[in-house]
Structure formats: C-alpha cells, structure tokens
C-alpha cells in the first residue's frame, strides 16, 4: 500500500473502492489515501489529481485539486455538463457529502451536504448526508447510496437542485423488507449502478442485491437468500 505515481509497474494504492471510466481514463477512488487518482490506459500511467494523501482535519470548503485534502472517497461518476465538458463527481463519504471536481479547471468543491450527518432533504447546500458510498447518475441527476442511514437518496446535478430520498427514513430505519418506496428497508447499501429505468443496489449487510425501478418507487430482492455465502445457482 502507498501513494506513488508513475507507469503502471511503480505506482502504489491504498484500498482504492471504485473506478469511472471515460475512454482510456479511468478515473479512481483511492480511498485510503483521501484521495482521487487518474490511470491513463494507454500511457499506462497513474497520477493524483486530488488529494494529499492526508485525511483532512475538518470540513473543507474545496479548492484547487492537487492541494486540497479531502476524506474517505468511496465512489466516483461521470457526467457531462453543456459546453463545459465533464464533471466528476465523487460519495465523500468522510464529509457525509457528494463533491464535484471539474476535470477542465481541477477544481473540486462540496455540491451536496452540509457536512452534518443525518438525512434531511431540501437544497443541496442545506440537506444532511449519512456516509454516502455508492454513486451513479446523468447529466440531470444523481443516485446514491447513503450507507449509513441504509438509504438510497438522489441529488440534482444543477447546482441550485435538491437532495430527494426514495428509499429510507431515518438512521435507525433498517432491515430486509422488498416494497414500495419509503415502505422498502435495506440495511448499510455500499454500492449501486444505473441501467435501463432500473437502479441495482448492492444491500450490503442483508447479502443481497436488490433493484429499484426508478418510475413505480418499487423494490425487488433479485439475487442472494440473505444469508451469507457463496453458492451459485438460480
């Protein structure tokens, strides 16, 4: 483990969680080193474009990338913005907030939470996060699993949008119960990706993976028996 840049032969990570890719860069959450690294697949070359490599003491307001220390990245996305070209977006899970980078300026900001841990809906800048850690979206809108109040909620990516929750209540509301909506229950959810009006969600603590269809609010158990294992079959 380590933070070392270079060719591929050379560098060093510590815990990196989760990647986006973008052609031949990928761009990765290197978790325990508080920071986000850019691997170019075809000079097979890694850099750090965020981060010091130090946790940051308290709550930080963002900056220019490559001297701003940030906490806990758990999960990165893409999204691209009209006439700009792209915007990184990053679960902050150390912050209880989701952060953007632009990848043009290398500015990275907080773009939703307050850095207070709870979860309170509103405007991006007033509602409350609880460990955000899985992160997927599109230019409009963005899906996030708030792992600690075992949650899935959503953030606009304009910046003068709100943070909606569809699945979860508060940070003891938890369990293992497929529904409608705010009735469902999942417990510590870490990831999620988006597909076809569907959100897939990794429902970590029950063993499972459950699905969320974005139009109905409906959630669906589709693999795992919620007791932990490793057994294939249907």
Not at 49 to 66: C, D, L, N, Q
Not at 95 to 118: C, K, T, V
Not at 159 to 167: A, E
Request: glycine share 14%; with cysteine.
């Amino acid at each position: 483990p380590g933070l070392v840049d270079g060719d591929f032969a050379s560098c060093s990570f510590r815990d990196p969680q989760r990647m986006a890719l973008d052609g031949d860069v990928l761009y990765v959450a290197d978790t325990k080193n508080h920071a986000i690294r850019r691997i170019d697949l075809s000079k097979q070359r890694v850099d750090t474009i965020v981060g010091t490599g130090e946790p940051a003491p308290s709550f930080s307001r963002g900056g220019p990338g490559k001297t701003t220390s940030i906490k806990s990245p758990w999960d990165v996305a893409l999204a691209p913005d009209e006439g700009v070209g792209n915007t990184l977006y990053v679960a902050m899970a150390g912050f209880h907030q989701l952060w953007r980078l632009d990848l043009a300026s290398g500015r990275i900001e907080p773009h939703a939470g307050n850095g207070r841990e709870n979860i309170v809906d509103g405007p991006l800048g007033s509602a409350q996060l609880a460990q955000p850690s899985g992160l997927a979206g599109d230019s409009e809108k963005l899906y996030f699993a708030d792992s600690e109040t075992s949650s899935i909620r959503t953030a606009d990516t304009d910046t003068g949008g709100v943070v909606s929750t569809l699945v979860g209540e508060d940070l003891f509301s938890f369990g293992d119960v497929d529904g409608m909506g705010k009735s469902a229950r999942l417990q510590h959810p870490i990831g999620v990706d988006l597909a076809g009006g569907f959100l897939y969600i990794t429902d970590t603590y029950n063993n499972k993976i459950k699905r969320l269809e974005l139009v109905t609010g409906q959630v669906t158990t589709l693999f795992g028996t919620g007791e932990p294992g490793l057994r294939d079959g249907d």
